[in-house]
């Protein structure tokens, strides 16, 4: 069968798709790639369904050897893809012949970017899904170094565009979209929210996005009775007694104790999983 071999993992490279949704009641998160619009895309490119099972890196380190003629895509943010050491850059369908070795670099801007097959990765499914979850363990383990990565033939037909542009190079600031959560005005000034440059936190990962300020915090409004654990979605913007709010992503937890004042849109998620230690972020409230 054909497939790849991984030569090196990076700090973390896992397989990701849709993720599991509508077992939430059974305290499962949803999951899936913390990109999905960059999940897609590479699909796209490929000529693979949205959904198809990719590769999400995180933070480059990740190369591959090829077992056949395999055709791969690379999106997420812009980085200089190579094959056998030559520069082929990302967002396009490339072909690998036989052993030829594949490297994703680190993006120069942004955290992870997703690897998609022609004809996705053969990965068994639990609960529907193929997604890795870091945080309640299930899926498939993180891709290891000599593991055997198989390619499946769900392939449709090829699209009329293997090339995409590539986002724009973000930089360290970034503007992320919100609306009022169902515990908005818990804060003693709601506002806040928006007013504050935070910064990045090097403690987030694929549960959430932790965002610090230096010389100021969020505060709950006085004589609050304490917060019953309640459901989260994807995207909340959960404010501990810290004062420093959290931007949950795919893997975090279904339900939570401390108040979500705000969740970000859909498009902001994806943006928000790009974000990396020392990024500075304001919220906008829409």
Do not use: K
Not at 140 to 165: F, K, M, Q
Request: glycine fraction near 12%; aromatic fraction near 4%.
């Amino acid at each position: 069968m054909r497939g790849l071999t991984v030569v090196s993992p990076g700090p973390l490279a896992t397989f990701q798709d849709f993720g599991r949704p509508g077992y939430a009641h059974l305290g499962v998160p949803v999951s899936g790639a913390a990109d999905l619009g960059s999940l897609r895309q590479a699909n796209r490119l490929v000529g693979n369904p949205e959904s198809a099972v990719a590769i999400e890196t995180t933070l480059g380190g990740w190369s591959a050897r090829a077992r056949g003629h395999v055709v791969l895509a690379v999106t997420g943010p812009a980085t200089a893809v190579r094959i056998d050491g030559r520069v082929v850059g990302s967002h396009a369908a490339v072909g690998l012949p036989d052993g030829s070795l594949i490297e994703v670099p680190a993006p120069a801007h942004g955290c992870r970017n997703y690897v998609a097959a022609r004809g996705g990765f053969v990965v068994p499914p639990i609960l529907g899904s193929a997604s890795t979850d870091t945080l309640s363990g299930l899926g498939p383990d993180p891709l290891r170094e000599s593991e055997e990565l198989h390619i499946g033939e769900t392939a449709l037909e090829w699209p009329p565009e293997t090339v995409a542009p590539g986002p724009p190079a973000p930089g360290r600031y970034h503007e992320l979209t919100i609306r009022r959560g169902p515990r908005y005005d818990d804060l003693a000034d709601p506002a806040a929210l928006s007013r504050i440059t935070w910064t990045v936190n090097p403690a987030s990962n694929r549960i959430g996005v932790r965002l610090d300020a230096l010389d100021d915090a969020l505060r709950h409004r006085a004589g609050l009775p304490a917060q019953q654990s309640e459901g989260v979605p994807l995207g909340a913007v959960q404010v501990p007694p810290s004062g420093q709010p959290v931007l949950f992503l795919a893997d975090h937890p279904v339900t939570g104790g401390y108040p979500v004042a705000a969740v970000l849109t859909a498009e902001s998620v994806d943006r928000a999983a790009q974000l990396v230690a020392g990024d500075t972020v304001r919220l906008h409230l829409a």
